[in-house]
């Protein structure tokens, strides 16, 4: 099991001018986290299937992350972190990543996925033992729990949960969090319409939904498909993130699905009391508008919630 790390900072500490002023029925997020999936970093940047270049992709990931302007409460990637478990690839992902989380001021929670190497992973990743013990941990983000767990199978692609996994999280979940569970995996407990995926599925899933019945989990974030997607799964909502490395092509028909070097994206994870949303945030560089700016958002905030509705949801008078 890996040790607990330090516990995040607070509320989400976000920057925006007006993050004390409620604009709507929704008072501001009580966490925020980050959510990346799908590195697949190769020693020596080797080119990931001879056209992909993962760090390139990864860096231009992380500029836009820092771009959004957020402090998240911690920045979760939900496995294959590097193609083949080398230990240089490892190396080159913590070089990458812990200066951008020392910057936001978050903690990194490291999934393992099916292309990652326990041992390796652990020691150069973790500090820890290299051991093929599974890569898990608990989190607590200020009253937020926040749950890795290890699908990977040594030797295979597919994934799975042990009873021993299984066990350990029915005990960590006998007692609620203030602010609910959030599971982090890598294999999504959700069909795919894309084939390949589900001979590569979660499998004996029913006893992932006996262990979170009637507990506190309220979403479980993964990855694995490299392309966003969303469903439930024992009613617990499941988001899962696109890859930075590269995406799956689905404008083509389900059996042709192949992947392209275009579509990369993160998601925001923003919680709430009641609700928790993800949203999508695409990796490109366009031509933007103008016209909201935080300088808007702040004369807005100086208004009362009748001069706002005034002043942006009122309809010109066409003649």
Known sequence: MVPRPPPGTGASRRVDPAASVQFGQYPPARRTLLHLSDTHLLGGNRPLGGRYDTAQNLHRTLEAVERVGIRPDAIVFTGDLTDLGEPEAYRALREAVEPVATRLGAPVVWVAGNHDERPALRREVLGLEPTEEPVVGVWDLAGLRLVALDTSVPGWHHGDLDEGQLGWLRSILATPSPLGTIL?????????????????????????????????????????????????????????????????????????????????????????DDTITHAVVPVVDAPTGDFFSEEWVARMAALSPQERLEAFSRKPIVP
Do not use: K
Not at 245 to 264: F, H, I, K, S, W
């Open 184 to 272: 982090a995996m890598h294999h999504p407990p959700l069909p795919s319409h894309v084939p390949l995926f589900d001979i590569l599925e979660l499998r004996d899933q029913g006893r992932l939904a006996t262990a979170i019945a009637g507990t506190d989990v309220r979403a479980i974030l993964a990855g694995h498909l490299h392309y966003s997607t969303s469903g439930t799964f024992v009613g617990v909502p499941v988001s899962v993130a696109a890859a930075t490395c590269y995406t799956m092509n689905l404008a083509r028909p389900a059996a042709e699905v192949n992947g392209m070097d275009a579509g990369q994206s993160f998601h925001l994870v923003h919680v709430y």
